[in-house]
């Protein structure tokens, strides 16, 4: 299978989890909060904030023509209307260094992470939170829009969608970091208190629709001042296969996750897909298991396959495709190297039958700070030791790069 000559091999970051030191941001106090769930606080994460052109030049080196880097709202915007001059000339650099080593960067303006002013004026389920983003990603792209082809408004613009289905389904006392995906397990431990209203808890009735009109207001925005610029949206997008009596159920819970979200989407240029796993739904929508799976560090089945399943679902969006992210948690290399081979292999597929995908991007670049989980999950190409920052190439990372110097699979 030969890519089409223009598709991109990427891998993603977010600045929360790899930049360090982001002091400003809701996460960060939320980390610091006396009795936090939180593993650990996310420090100097990878110190990429300041060794980006060495991480930019490595990927570089290894054969990726792409790189998916977040904008950090809380740097660019700390005080309410306060724009840091500091902050839009760092992200120019970061920018440039891209476009130097050869890489085409993709922008995420909003990655889980947001000024933690924004909380205390009621955060994702205010109706002044879409104006202030929109906003934001005007200031954003005036500045910098010109250096970037790509960009994506809202990381998971459904992510409450989902924690809100796992609060719904399991009590709380089930939530474990070993056990249930991000966000879930201080979801969890909160039902029937006040939830922070940060992004990935506003799992409110208004949490998704704020979200959706974050997304259309900052995508009308980013068009007025650069036209040129491709905006898009990710949604996390399970593989939802039904155990016997459960079909309904699995297609609400699809629908609820994606079907809900196309109003709102149909006028953009891409939709980005991120997929882990598959999620087996039982009836009344319980989550049903499977005995002898294999697990990865994050709780979830090891389960390549269902990029695949989900991708054909995605291209009824009628838009072109781009897996933003795609990845496994694992300190056995060998089965990263695997998952991307079936994932690639099914991707594939779906290309020869004429589905529009055109990127994929590894989650994630660096092992790097997995928010409530720490330092712990392992999804990176590529190692870092974090007494030293020196970074380490795995094979997995050799192994997707020369797919993508080939650009196709061997």
Same mark, same amino acid.
């Given at each position: 299978m030969v890519f089409p000559d223009d598709f991109l091999w990427g891998t993603a970051t977010a600045g929360h989890q790899v930049e360090g030191n982001n002091v400003a941001s809701d996460f960060w106090a939320l980390e610091h909060t006396p009795g936090s769930r939180f593993a650990e606080p996310s420090g100097d994460a990878c110190d990429h904030y300041r060794l980006y052109r060495e991480d930019?030049?490595?990927? #570089?080196?290894?054969? $990726? !023509?792409?790189? #998916? $880097?977040? /904008? *950090?709202?809380? #740097? &660019? %915007? =700390?005080?309410p209307?306060?724009?840091?001059?500091?902050? /839009?000339?760092?992200?120019?650099? +970061?920018?440039n260094a891209c476009h130097e080593l050869g890489v085409t960067p993709m922008v995420t303006l909003h990655h889980f992470t947001s000024p933690k002013w924004l909380p205390e004026l009621g955060g994702w389920e205010s109706e002044e939170t879409p104006d202030r983003f929109a906003a934001y990603c005007r200031v954003v792209m005036a500045e910098l829009g010109s250096l970037i082809p790509y960009v994506v408004t809202i990381n998971e613009a459904n992510i409450a969608c989902l924690t809100r289905r796992m609060i719904k389904n399991l009590p709380? *006392?089930? $939530?474990?970091? *070993?056990? +249930? =995906?991000?966000?879930?397990? /201080?979801?969890?431990?909160?039902v029937g208190a006040d939830l922070p209203k940060v992004f990935l $808890?506003? &799992?409110?009735?208004?949490? =998704? %629709?704020i979200a959706k009109?974050?997304?259309?207001?900052?995508? *009308?925005?980013?068009?007025?001042?650069? =036209?040129? @610029?491709?905006?898009?949206? !990710?949604?996390?997008?399970?593989?939802?296969q039904p155990a016997p009596g459960a079909e309904e159920a699995a297609l609400e819970q699809w629908s609820e996750n994606f079907d809900d979200f196309l109003p709102s989407i149909t006028d953009d240029d891409f939709l980005g897909v991120q997929n882990y796993t598959r999620a087996l739904v039982g009836p009344g929508h319980a989550p049903a298991t499977r005995e002898g799976v294999e697990l990865t560090q994050m709780g979830y089945e090891f389960y390549p396959r269902a990029l695949e399943n989900v991708l054909r679902r995605a291209a009824t969006a009628g838009l072109p495709l781009i897996v933003t992210e795609n990845g496994v948690? !694992? @300190?056995?290399? !060998?089965?990263? &190297? %695997?998952f991307v081979r079936e994932a690639t292999e099914g991707l594939a597929r779906c290309l020869a039958d004429g589905i529009d995908v055109r990127g994929y991007f590894y989650w994630s670049a660096l092992d790097n700070y997995e928010w409530m989980f720490g330092y712990r999950p392992k999804f990176g190409l590529i190692a870092v030791d974090r007494a030293t920052q020196r970074r380490t190439v795995k094979d997995s990372a050799r192994f997707l790069g020369a797919i993508a110097k080939r650009n196709s699979l061997s």
């Open positions: 930019i030049a490595l990927l #570089r080196d290894l054969g $990726f !023509t792409s790189y #998916r $880097f977040s /904008i *950090e709202w809380s #740097r &660019v %915007e =700390p005080e209307g306060i724009v840091s001059r500091a902050a /839009i000339e760092h992200y120019r650099d +970061v920018l709380a *006392e089930n $939530f474990s970091a *070993e056990q +249930v =995906p991000v966000g879930a397990d /201080i979801a969890g431990a909160l $808890f506003a &799992v409110g009735e208004a949490g =998704p %629709e009109r974050a997304h259309v207001q900052a995508r *009308e925005a980013i068009r007025e001042v650069s =036209p040129s @610029t491709k905006v898009g949206v !990710t949604l996390a997008l399970q593989d939802y948690a !694992t @300190t056995d290399d !060998t089965r990263r &190297v %695997e």
